[in-house]
Every structure is written in C-alpha cells, then in structure tokens.
C-alpha cells in the first residue's frame, strides 16, 4: 500500500484548499478511503470517509459544512476539498486506506505520509 499525500500548504483563514492522495499498491475501487489529520500536541482526528463506489460518504461534525471527500476510481485518486478554513484547521492531514469514524481509525500502517496545512493570518 502506497499512499501519497499533496497539496497542503500555508494560506489564510477563509480561504480554500484541495488536498489529493494519489494510491497505490492495493485495488482502489474496492476500498473505503479516509482522511485523518492531527494538529501539533493533538491525538490524531478522523475528518472524512468514503465508500470505494464514492457513496456514501461521511464526514466529522467539525467540518461538515465546509469539508467534502470524493475520489476518481479512474485515477486511484482521494481529494479533500476543504472551503473556508479555519486556524483549527491547522494539522498534518493523512490519507488513510480503510474505514474511518469519529470512534476508530484506520490501522497506522495503511497511512500515507501526510502534508501539511497552516491556516494562519
């Protein structure tokens, strides 16, 4: 399993970010995909999880108005579009093979390396 993580970086508070995680290793399509994301001194946070047909989908309460989780089969591509972020959102945001929730996350082992977003004015 090869997970790769990109498009994290710095930006200010209201604005916009894609973050995309490009798999390997495994079948794509047959797997629920989760997005995982910790801040510095902070246990790790499940954010977002997707079924591998690309529903349903499920989201954290947290960002549910302003996260969205979605993937290209076609590519073996995850995305993350997270709209009008906030210094909270500030974290090492994980791409994870898996299934995801706010009570469980998927085995460390099936992590990619994580990328990071700075929310900061």
């Known amino acids: 399993v090869q997970l790769v993580e990109s498009g994290g970086g710095l930006v200010h508070p209201g604005d916009s970010l894609i973050l995309s995680c490009a798999a390997s290793?495994?079948?794509?399509?047959?797997?629920?995909m989760t997005w995982v994301r910790q801040a510095p001194g902070k246990v790790a946070e499940w954010i977002a999880s997707?079924?591998?047909?690309?529903?349903?989908?499920f989201i954290a309460n947290s960002v549910k108005d302003r996260f969205t989780i979605s993937r290209d089969n076609t590519k073996n591509m995850l995305f993350l579009q997270m709209n009008n972020l906030e210094p909270e959102d500030t974290a090492v945001y994980y791409c994870?093979?898996?299934?995801?929730?706010?009570?469980?996350?998927?085995?460390?082992?099936?992590w990619g390396q994580g990328t990071q977003v700075t929310v900061s004015s």
């Open positions: 290793g495994f079948t794509f399509g047959d797997d629920i």
């Open positions: 994870a093979r898996g299934y995801g929730s706010r009570k469980t996350l998927p085995p460390r082992d099936d």
């Open positions: 997707i079924y591998g047909s690309g529903d349903p989908t």
